[in-house]
T-cell receptor, first 112, second 115 residues
């Protein structure tokens, strides 16, 4: 069965510092991986996805994610955090059907 | 474009009452989804519709029914609400047939409280 784990409930980082939000996955077959962000009282917004190709995927708002097949990880990164990046981040894996499995979410708090 | 819209934004029900959550998208997407979001559990798929005229169960379909009214609209019905259905409900859509590459676009959510 497909699964996604986000080991940290919350990540705290100072503005201007690099940030990492961790995600590991378990799939049978090729992984199709996504990151979404949710701002307060809003729906999820797409950030980036890995389907195939380059292990480093660039997305919206300066975010990027590194796909590591040997470690089955897909960590979200940003070189310099902004206070406005504070939100709830979800890693997700798509199976060959129509089902997307979401992680439990990681709350990012960026302090000024 | 409004994207994905949901009504109502907030609803309070008593146990046993019924209600329908409405969802519409104006992006000409073929596939639509209903999720529920509970603290610490991420989003879980309730039902989905790969294309107009088809619906299928997701991970947690019990207690819910859906209708794909047309290409634009996908409603979720609670026939007899239970406190366990207190949650935030999100509708989403994706472009083609729901393939693995597809990005989903989410509505703003409906917050439901069942007393």
């Amino acid at each position: 069965a497909q699964s996604v784990a986000q080991p940290e409930d919350q990540v705290n980082v100072a503005e201007g510092n690099p940030l990492t939000v961790k995600c590991t996955y378990s799939v049978s077959g090729n992984p199709y991986l996504f990151w979404y962000v949710q701002y307060p009282n809003r729906g999820l917004q797409f950030l980036l996805k890995y389907i195939t190709g380059d292990n480093l995927v660039k997305g919206s708002y300066g975010f990027e994610a590194e796909f590591n097949k040997s470690q089955t990880s897909f960590h979200l990164k940003k070189p310099s955090a902004l206070v406005s990046d504070s939100a709830l981040y979800f890693c997700a894996v798509r199976d060959m059907g129509f089902k997307t499995i979401f992680g439990a979410g990681t709350r990012l708090f960026v302090k000024a | 474009n409004a994207g994905v819209t949901q009504t109502p934004k907030f609803q309070v029900l008593k146990t046993g009452q019924s209600m329908t959550l409405q969802c519409a998208q104006d992006m000409n997407h073929n596939s639509m989804y209903w999720y529920r979001q509970d603290p610490g559990m991420g989003l879980r798929l309730i039902y989905y519709s790969a294309s107009e005229g088809t619906t299928d169960k997701g991970e947690v379909p019990n207690g819910y029914n859906v209708s794909r009214l047309n290409k634009r609209e996908f409603s979720l019905r609670l026939e007899s609400a239970a406190p366990s259905q207190t949650s935030v409900y999100f509708c989403a859509s994706s472009e083609a047939g729901g393939g693995v590459q597809e990005t989903q676009y989410f509505g703003p959510g409906t917050r439901l409280l069942v007393l």
